[in-house]
């Protein structure tokens, strides 16, 4: 087996896994890890969930996949627990999440356009955020990083600092059509908006007439301790991105907004082929159905603030190796003062997965099932890595 006939987009590390089991994943070479990247933030159940497990295999046992040119329950019934459950009157299925994100700017431009202003395009993003890779989504983010050799960048779009709402304020002008944030900016760093700073993103869309579209790709689906992180702020969007956790696995997103925003997404305006498909509503109605159990997030909140609680005891006893924990709920970043790259590889040889994020901050995205027995054990490992990159 060699990697050589893949296109070498990633830098990867030489390790493969064969099983995984709630927060473990069993490597080919027999060592178990603690999986506290959880596929990025995606395998929010853990792995092997035995309800999903369950709903994956009944549902490949009937039926796979039907084009939308027909009726699909499971997405119907996917669609009402989304709607009843937020802000958003309608929901368009996808694959991922940089769909969802050219969905949501499609569904902005035609929103505008549809009631008479179609010079109003440019949707206003921030700085540090990350919306996917596609040549829209690139632009949304405008990071150089990975604009760098794709010119030229799709047009109608800029950034402004990330909560600064002055330099919003400023940048807004007849051609605005949106403002697009991350209320967890996640690979930026793990860095969460002030909850005063979503609510006067309300009151400036309103204000200009635009539309605020959030983007909880990573920082939805419960990560926070409330099904969507906004919700914190007591403000709502007028549309909204999700993916990551949603499919707890299975690669599935969406974009939702309200009647009045969705209003042009009219027959005919937006597809997708596999988008919405029985196997994979399947599967998100089978996370939808165990994150709205009774408790459910209300545990993620209470083991998020003992992680919380245990974080910042080991940023005090290694402030060589830490500066700072921060985020919100289980989506929790170490900025750290040595390169966060060395945390990550010090932490996978003492048997933990995490993740880098921008700032040099190490991400911690575990699965939102852990119990206490794992914030101990991830406590642990962190201690004795930071002791071993100190050392
Ligand atoms: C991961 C991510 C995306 C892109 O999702 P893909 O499924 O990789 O296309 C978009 N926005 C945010 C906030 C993300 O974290």
């Not at 089991?21 to 995606?42: K, M, N, W």
């Not at 009631?115 to 405008?142: N, W």
């Not at 998100?284 to 459910?296: H, K």
Request: with cysteine.
């Amino acid at each position: 087996m060699t990697a050589a006939a893949v296109m070498p987009t990633y830098g990867r590390y030489d390790i493969a896994f064969e099983r995984g089991e709630g927060p473990y994943l069993y490597a080919t070479d027999g060592r178990r890890f603690l999986d506290f990247a959880a596929g990025i933030a995606v395998n929010a159940l853990g792995h092997s969930h035995p309800k999903l497990v369950r709903a994956l295999a009944d549902q490949g046992a009937k039926l796979w996949h039907v084009s939308n040119l027909y009726r699909i329950p499971e997405q119907e019934k996917l669609a009402e627990k989304l709607t009843k459950h937020t802000f958003a009157d309608k929901v368009f299925f996808c694959n991922s999440g940089a769909e969802a994100l050219e969905g949501a700017i499609k569904l902005v431009r035609k929103y505008h356009d549809d009631t008479g202003h179609p010079e109003k395009f440019t949707v206003i993003g921030c700085s540090g955020a990350f919306h996917g890779r596609t040549l829209a989504t690139l632009a949304a983010a405008g990071n150089e990083k990975y604009l760098k050799g794709f010119d030229p960048a799709v047009e109608g779009f800029k950034q402004v600092a990330f909560g600064n709402l002055n330099e919003l304020r400023a940048a807004i002008d007849g051609n605005t059509a949106a403002i697009l944030v991350e209320p967890v900016q996640g690979e930026g760093g793990i860095k969460p908006a002030q909850l005063s700073y979503l609510r006067e993103l309300r009151k400036i869309a309103d204000e200009f007439g635009v539309l605020l579209v959030f983007d909880e790709v990573q920082c939805g689906m419960g990560r926070s301790g409330k099904l969507f992180a906004h919700e914190w702020a007591g403000v709502t969007p007028d549309v909204m991105c999700i993916a990551k956790g949603l499919g707890g696995g299975f690669p599935v997103g969406a974009f939702m907004a309200t009647d009045k925003a969705a209003v042009g997404m009219t027959a005919g305006t937006h597809g997708s082929t596999f988008g919405g498909n029985p196997l994979a509503m399947a599967v998100a109605n089978a996370v939808m159905d165990v994150m709205l159990e009774p408790g459910f997030l209300e545990r993620v909140d209470k083991i998020a603030r003992l992680l919380w609680k245990e974080l910042e005891g080991v940023v005090k006893r290694h402030p060589k190796v830490f500066i700072e924990v921060r985020g919100a709920g289980l989506m929790v970043g170490l900025r750290c003062h040595v390169p966060n790259t060395q945390l990550v590889d010090k932490l996978r040889e003492n048997g933990m997965l995490t993740v880098g994020a921008g700032e040099n901050v190490v991400r911690l995205v575990p699965p939102l099932i852990i119990d206490e027995s794992h914030v101990r054990e991830a406590v642990e490992k962190i201690d004795k890595a930071a002791s071993q990159l100190a050392a």
